[in-house]
Structure formats: structure tokens, C-alpha cells
């Protein structure tokens, strides 16, 4: 059984509509990360949060919002989605003492028109 | 800030062929930086293949080697003979030796084995 999901996994949105991307994870880590992939760039970090109502701001929040309801649930917000956000989005979770090992979900593919 | 270079685009090997995909790193933090190598393989999300946090030291998973070279900053994935499962993306990547669990990527090596 997968320890972090993600939903959707594919999305179509068009320029200036709301999104948002879910995550899960039963592992019961505190950290919790989001990060989008595009060519010719690594995994870079959006938000990342400590614990459930806690965010913070990765290497590149502009146009970003998050939510850590709880423990277990962390949201990526796209309050005006515009197609250079167009990219494949990935959670992870992890703990401090499992020196910065993070676990990922499967992915969301997001397109926005 | 810290920086993960590695083999860029995709690297074609034939089954049982030895694989290298090349990662040098610098890092600005005091310490030196934790490193982990993680394979994406098709339609799944990312894992963890290896990490070494002792400088000098080898880790190993799956066949895959990894050797810690302060001296160079290098982090050099290498597998003696690649299977066609081994076809995925690998990413270099490294985090400060430090409280923050923030981890810093490579852009991914896309591995292809061919039969």
C-alpha cells in the first residue's frame, strides 16, 4: 500500500481558475514537501511544512499557496493558474531523524491552458 | 546556494553493459552535505535508491554503487551490468548536514537499456 498519494494525478485548467493538489501520506512524518519537475530542471521546492498548520516557503513560492490541516494531508494551492505552471508536481514526506530522507508520491500532471 | 550536477539527457546502455552516470555537488553549508541518489521508474514517483552521509564512504542497493569523494565533490552512480528493469530516471541530489531536511536535485539522468 502506497505510503504517500496524490490527487489528481492528471489535470487540465485553464489560465486564471483555482487548483488545488492533495496529498496524503500515512507514514506519520512530520515534514511534509512540494516540488515540481520540469526539463532541464531538478525536483525544485515550492513549499515544504513542519507539521500540521505550519508552512513554508521553498526556493520558488511566487503564485504558490499551501495547507497543512493535518498530520497526515498537505495542499498545494494555485489560486491563479497560469500555463507556466504547467509541470509534473510531487509530494514527499519525511522526518528529521532519518537524516533527510524523503518519500514521494506518484506525480501530478498539471496543464493549464 | 548548493548545486547537484549530473549526466544530463538520457544515457542508452545495453543489457549487461556497465553503467556510470556522473554527480559532482557543491554545497555551502557548514559540514559536509548528506547525498542520495533516487530512481523514478515509469508511472511511479520517486525512491530512494541509496544515500551515503559519511564522507569516504560506499552505499549500495540493487546492484547500484555509490562512492562519497569529498576530494572531488562526487557522487558517481555505477552498476557493473544493467538489467532492462534498470531503465527509469535517476536523480543526484544532496541536503546540508544540518536541521532543514531540504533536499537539492539534479535534473534527472534518463537511463535506457536496451535487450
Known amino acids: 500500500e502506497a505510503a504517500v498519494t496524490q490527487s489528481p494525478r492528471n489535470k487540465v485548467a485553464v489560465t486564471g481558475g483555482k487548483v488545488t493538489l492533495s496529498c496524503n501520506q500515512t507514514?506519520?512524518?512530520?515534514?511534509m514537501y512540494w516540488y515540481r519537475q520540469d526539463t532541464g530542471h531538478g525536483l525544485r521546492l515550492i513549499h515544504y511544512s513542519y507539521g500540521a498548520g505550519s508552512t513554508e516557503k521553498g526556493d520558488i513560492p511566487d503564485g504558490y499557496k499551501a495547507s497543512r490541516p493535518s498530520q497526515e494531508n498537505f495542499s498545494l494551492i494555485l489560486e491563479l493558474a497560469t500555463p507556466s505552471q504547467t509541470s509534473v508536481y510531487f509530494c514527499?514526506?519525511?522526518?528529521?531523524?532519518?537524516?533527510?530522507?524523503?518519500?514521494f508520491g506518484p506525480g501530478t500532471r498539471l496543464l493549464v491552458l | 546556494g548548493d548545486s547537484v550536477t549530473q549526466t544530463e539527457g538520457q544515457v542508452t546502455v545495453s543489457e549487461s553493459k556497465s553503467l556510470i552516470i556522473n554527480c559532482t555537488y557543491s554545497?555551502?553549508?557548514?559540514?559536509?552535505?548528506?547525498l542520495f541518489w533516487y530512481v523514478r521508474y515509469p508511472g511511479e514517483g520517486l525512491q530512494l535508491l541509496l544515500k551515503v552521509i559519511t564522507a569516504g564512504q560506499k552505499g549500495s542497493s540493487r546492484g547500484f554503487e555509490a562512492t562519497y569523494n569529498k576530494e572531488a565533490t562526487s557522487f558517481h552512480l555505477q552498476k557493473a551490468s544493467v538489467q532492462e528493469s534498470d531503465s527509469a530516471v535517476y536523480y543526484c541530489?544532496?541536503?546540508?548536514?544540518?536541521?532543514?531536511?531540504?533536499?537539492?536535485f539534479g535534473i534527472g539522468t534518463r537511463v535506457l537499456v536496451r535487450p
Open positions: 541530489a544532496l541536503s546540508p548536514n544540518s536541521a532543514g531536511n531540504k533536499l537539492t
Open positions: 507514514n506519520n512524518h512530520n515534514n
Open positions: 514527499a514526506s519525511g522526518e528529521l531523524g532519518d537524516q533527510d530522507t524523503q518519500y
Open positions: 554545497a555551502t553549508s557548514i559540514g559536509y552535505p548528506n
